[in-house]
């Protein structure tokens, strides 16, 4: 197949994925899409909500990921995120940037690996290369600009270490609303 087509039929599954799929209110008719059309791994029991905006071919998703609305993930060079993440709206997790002081304004990144029970807050930015370990929590609007160390919290513009999260962690992120609001299933 020639590259232009072959482009041009990728640029379409996304498209039909960040404009289409994101706002159909079944979880299973989304997770199908990414499943089988996107190839994206994810696994049992995570859920993606509704308005996720996704680039790239190179997303893995473990269990228990609970992925709110309009989150960004780019995965353009890639994003494994493990098991009992909880990611709430609007996070941007980045693997590709620009270099500003290339004369070219090339690209530049590195995948970026969330472990698990991580707890990322609204509006958090994870960007390139980054590795958030064990247990860490990334405040809200904080901007991830270095590694996080296992069950440090961070917070703020670049996110720096504000305290240490209780190792003590056993939880499961579950979360399917119905219609993808905030009512819960009983």
């Not at 990414?34 to 996720?52: Q, T």
């Not at 960004?72 to 060079?77: A, H, K, T």
């Not at 991830?144 to 962690?169: D, F, H, L, M, W």
Request: glycine share 8%; hydrophobic share 40%.
């Amino acid at each position: 197949m020639k590259t232009k087509t072959k482009s041009l039929i990728q640029g379409l599954k996304y498209y039909i994925a960040t404009y289409w799929v994101a706002h159909i209110p079944s979880f299973r008719l989304r997770h199908w899409y990414y499943r089988k059309i996107m190839h994206y791994r994810l696994g049992s029991d995570s859920s993606l909500h509704m308005g996720l905006f996704v680039s790239g071919m190179y997303i893995e998703i473990g269990d228990n990921v609970v992925v709110n609305r309009k989150v960004y993930l780019d995965g353009r060079i890639g994003i494994k995120i493990g098991n009992n993440v909880s990611i709430s709206p609007e996070v941007y997790i980045v693997s590709m940037e620009h270099d500003p002081n290339d004369p070219l304004f090339a690209t530049r990144g590195g995948v970026v690996t969330i472990d698990d029970h991580v707890w990322i807050g609204s509006r958090a930015m994870i960007l390139p290369g980054i590795h958030v370990g064990q247990g860490a929590v990334v405040a809200a609007a904080a901007v991830v600009t270095k590694n996080v160390e296992p069950y440090q919290i961070v917070a703020g513009v670049p996110a720096r270490p504000i305290g240490e999260r209780s190792r003590q962690i056993d939880y499961r992120c579950v979360y399917f609303p119905w219609f993808d609001t905030d009512v819960q299933r009983q």
